[in-house]
């Protein structure tokens, strides 16, 4: 983007923003879903969620493209801190398991979005499953069958969840809407250690969030925006709806956010309804990137 016809204080240090964000945002154009360890399957109906007596394991019977399919999963609870010497915690999963009796006490824990199935466990922690559209593409795009297949997700937690903060700004008095925020555990930040070119998480650490939006120039209804990942090592992250691609800005009347929790954590979601620019609240939000949310590649504009 070039700035022509005025003297511009600054001009340069702007270009580079400009250029920095423009390169993150064809970075999550191409960037692919992550890998997920907590995927059970997709297109999935008919759920129903049991806990053995172990608390430690569960078994989901569902309906799927025309078959009862029968999975257990066990073996993990919550998430690791981010560490490049030990994996992630993840379920382990076993496709060829028999229906057992079970049990499932009413869910009493934190409200979740997304939620087909939740148990609690004899132990007090809690199996909750989701279903949720995870794989769709970017900018609007018109999703393939599969990608367009609602993905089901198991998670296994006891105690806090993660922190999921997003927050609305705009970029360049206005021109264009930005998000900022993190994702914590336990008052540290959770963020992967590695991306491939296209900013698809290589490790099992890497925290991919999905934004969609509502009623914009993509067409009616919600559809995907963007993704991207949190960074290393602060768990921040940012982005800025520009046209990209070729196709236009995502702006709409509203959005929302889901983030695929760390570990075996449930995904969490967050939305809002789009904000009019406001200059002194731009102001206040490009101050608060600087100290609460800093992180390299997330500038204040």
């Not at 309906?63 to 010497?85: D, H, L, M």
């Not at 970017?138 to 969840?161: I, V, Y």
């Not at 993190?182 to 998480?201: C, E, I, Q, V």
């Not at 236009?248 to 570990?263: F, L, N, S």
């Amino acid at each position: 983007m070039e700035i022509r016809g005025r003297v511009c204080d600054g001009c340069s240090v702007l270009r580079r923003s400009i250029v920095s964000l423009l390169l993150a945002a064809t970075a999550a154009i191409l960037a692919a879903p992550a890998p997920a360890s907590n995927r059970i399957g997709v297109a999935a109906q008919d759920v129903s969620l049991k806990v053995l007596a172990d608390s430690n394991t569960a078994v989901l019977v569902y309906q799927s493209k025309g078959r009862t399919r029968v999975v257990s999963a066990c073996c993990a609870v919550n998430a690791r801190f981010p560490s490049p010497s030990s994996p992630q915690f993840e379920l382990k999963v076993n496709y060829n398991a028999v229906a057992k009796p079970g049990f499932c006490g009413q869910y009493d824990g934190p409200a979740l979005m997304w939620v087909v199935a939740a148990c609690k466990a004899p132990d007090g922690s809690y199996w909750v499953a989701q279903n949720w559209q995870r794989a769709l593409p970017n900018q609007g795009r018109a999703p393939t069958p599969a990608q367009a297949e609602p993905e089901l997700r198991l998670s296994h937690f006891k105690g806090p969840l993660a922190a999921f903060t997003i927050k609305q700004d705009w970029a360049y008095r206005g021109q264009w809407d930005h998000f900022y925020g993190s994702l914590t555990y336990l008052g540290k930040p959770m963020h992967g250690f590695k991306t491939d070119r296209f900013g698809a998480p290589l490790d099992k650490y890497g925290a991919l969030i999905y934004v969609d939006t509502f009623n914009s120039k993509y067409g009616a209804g919600w559809r995907r925006d963007n993704s991207w990942v949190t960074h290393k090592p602060t768990g921040v992250f940012c982005t800025v709806m520009t046209p990209r691609g070729g196709r236009p800005a995502g702006t709409g009347q509203a959005y929302r956010a889901t983030v695929v929790g760390p570990g075996v954590l449930p995904d969490l979601f967050w939305t809002a309804k789009r904000l009019a620019y406001d200059p002194a609240a731009d102001k206040v939000a490009n101050e608060e990137q600087r100290t609460t949310f800093a992180s390299k590649g997330c500038r204040p504009n």
